[in-house]
Antibody, heavy 121, light 106 residues
Framework: QVQLQESGPGLVKPSETLSLSCTVS????????WTWIRQPPGEGLEYIGY???????NYNPSLKSRVTMSIDTSENKFSLKLTSVTAADTAVYYC???????????????WGQGTLVTVSS | IQLTQSPSSLSASVGDRVTITCRAS??????LAWYQQKPGKAPELLIY???NLQTGVPSRFSGSGSATEFTLTISSLQPEDFATYYC?????????FGQGTKVEIK
C-alpha cells in the first residue's frame, strides 16, 4: 500500500520561504511522478506542479517564479519550496502520486493527508 | 483550461440519483477525472478518463462525456456520499480543477 506523509512547519512568516517534504512508503520514488496540490481554507484545489522520477519539473505558471521542487532518492521523499510567501499562500498542502496508468491516463491516486501551512507574522 | 461545475451545491436524500456537470473551456477529449473530498480529508479519485471507475470505487458512481461536457452520476446516494466533488482536467498543464460541488443532506 502506497502511503505519503507531508511534513514541515505549520507557520511561516510573510516574505519567507515555505518548505515541505513528502515521504513516500510502499513505492519507490524513482518509479513514478509526484505532484503538489494546495487548498486554501474553504476553497477549491490548485495544482502547484509535478516532479518526475528523473527530476524534471512542471510548475503552475501562476506560481512558477516562486516554486522549486526536488527529489531525494536516498530518503524516498520529494520536497516543495515556495518563496516570498504571503497570506494568500495559506492553505492545506497535499502531495500525491502523479501516475500514468495502464489505460494511458494521468491520475493522482495516492495522496498524503495534507498539512496546513499558515502565513502570518 | 477552465472547468466550470454545476451546480455549486445541491441537497439530496439517501437513495436519490445525483448528477453533477463539469464543462471545459476547450476540448479535452476524455482527459477528465473526478474526485470526492470529505471535510478534513484528502481528495479521493473516483473516475479517470471521463468514464473509468477507479479500483475500489462503488459501482453507483459513473462518469460520462467527452470534449467539453462531462457528468458524474451517483445512481443511489448513500450516507457516505455526502461530500464535495471536484473535476480535474489532465489534458494539458497546468492541471486545473473545477470549483467543486457540495452534496448535502436534504
Amino acid at each position: 500500500q502506497v502511503q505519503l506523509q507531508e511534513s514541515g512547519p505549520g507557520l511561516v512568516k510573510p516574505s519567507e520561504t515555505l518548505s515541505l517534504s513528502c515521504t513516500v512508503s510502499g513505492a519507490s520514488i524513482t518509479d513514478y511522478y509526484w505532484t503538489w496540490i494546495r487548498q486554501p481554507p474553504g476553497e477549491g484545489l490548485e495544482y502547484i506542479g509535478y516532479i518526475s522520477n528523473s527530476g524534471s519539473t512542471n510548475y503552475n505558471p501562476s506560481l512558477k517564479s516562486r516554486v522549486t521542487m526536488s527529489i531525494d532518492t536516498s530518503e524516498n521523499k520529494f520536497s516543495l519550496k515556495l518563496t516570498s510567501v504571503t497570506a494568500a499562500d495559506t492553505a492545506v498542502y497535499y502531495c500525491a502520486r502523479h501516475y500514468y496508468n495502464s489505460r494511458a491516463y494521468w491520475i493522482s491516486d495516492y495522496w498524503g493527508q495534507g498539512t496546513l501551512v499558515t502565513v502570518s507574522s | 483550461i477552465q472547468l466550470t461545475q454545476s451546480p455549486s451545491s445541491l441537497s439530496a436524500s439517501v437513495g436519490d440519483r445525483v448528477t453533477i456537470t463539469c464543462r471545459a473551456s476547450q476540448g479535452i477529449s476524455s482527459y477528465l477525472a473526478w474526485y470526492q473530498q470529505k471535510p478534513g480529508k484528502a481528495p479521493e479519485l473516483l473516475i479517470y478518463g471521463a468514464s473509468n471507475l477507479q479500483t475500489g470505487v462503488p459501482s453507483r458512481f459513473s462518469g460520462s462525456g467527452s470534449a467539453t461536457e462531462f457528468t458524474l452520476t451517483i445512481s443511489s446516494l448513500q450516507p457516505e456520499d455526502f461530500a464535495t466533488y471536484y473535476c480535474q482536467q489532465v489534458n494539458t498543464y497546468p492541471r486545473t480543477f473545477g470549483q467543486g460541488t457540495k452534496v448535502e443532506i436534504k
